[in-house]
Each structure stands twice: as structure tokens, then as C-alpha cells.
Nanobody, 121 residues
Framework: VQLQASGGGLVQAGGSLRLSCAASGRGFSTYNIGWFRQAPGKEREVVAAMTWRGGNMNYADSVKGRFTISRDNAKNTMSLQMNSLKPDDTATYYC???????????????WGKGTQVTVSS
């Protein structure tokens, strides 16, 4: 599976962005999905994840109530709706798929190229 992320940009604090990730190739619907982010000087962290059928979701404590992960297996897409953005959300965001659950960085099989999200104060 190849992944292509889009939707990053510059937004003021309190604003919203929606990240999307399009998958090509077979098998997307059988994978668990995750959105990760990495800020300069920090380790990559998972911010949201969802199982292959969409029945289970996990969120990092820092984004609970503000971010929503979703997927459309018919369209081979996944999204991350980000509301009430804060400067601390500034990072490069990555979409990824894998078979592990809970989703972990080193358990993912395919990664999209990062998309930059910058939140100004």
C-alpha cells in the first residue's frame, strides 16, 4: 500500500485543519491506520489510530476531544479532523498503516510522506 497525505498548512490557534491520506494498492481495508506527528527535536508520536473495521479508536491524551480520525474503506482514504488547534500541535504529520494494535511507530508497514502543520499563536 502506498500512501499520500495532504491537507497541512498554516492556521491560527483555535482554527481547524483536515488532513487526508489516499491509499493506492491492495489491502488498505485490512490494515489498522494511524496518524503520527513529529515536532523538531522530538520523537515521532502516534496521535490517533483506528482498527481496520473502524470499531476501535485511540487518541493521544493531548488531542482527545479535539482530533477525530476516520476512514473510508470503499474509497481507500483516511482522514484526521483537527479542531481547536494549539501551537503545540505544530509538527509534521504522517499517515501510516499496519497490522499491530495498539498502533505503534515500529509496527507500521507503510508510511505516507509527511505534511506540515503549523499553528501560530
Amino acid at each position: 500500500v502506498q500512501l499520500q497525505a495532504s491537507g497541512g498548512g498554516l492556521v491560527q490557534a483555535g482554527g481547524s485543519l483536515r488532513l487526508s491520506c489516499a491509499a493506492s494498492g491492495r489491502g488498505f481495508s485490512t490494515y489498522n491506520i494511524g496518524w503520527f506527528r513529529q515536532a523538531p527535536g522530538k520523537e515521532r508520536e502516534v496521535v490517533a489510530a483506528m482498527t481496520w473495521r473502524g470499531g476501535n479508536m485511540n487518541y493521544a491524551d493531548s488531542v482527545k476531544g479535539r482530533f477525530t480520525i476516520s476512514r473510508d474503506n470503499a474509497k481507500n482514504t483516511m482522514s484526521l479532523q483537527m479542531n481547536s488547534l494549539k501551537p503545540d500541535d505544530t509538527a509534521t504529520y504522517y499517515c501510516a498503516v499496519g497490522n499491530s494494535w495498539p498502533v505503534k511507530q515500529y509496527g507500521m508497514d507503510s508510511w505516507g510522506k509527511g505534511t506540515q502543520v503549523t499553528v501560530s499563536s
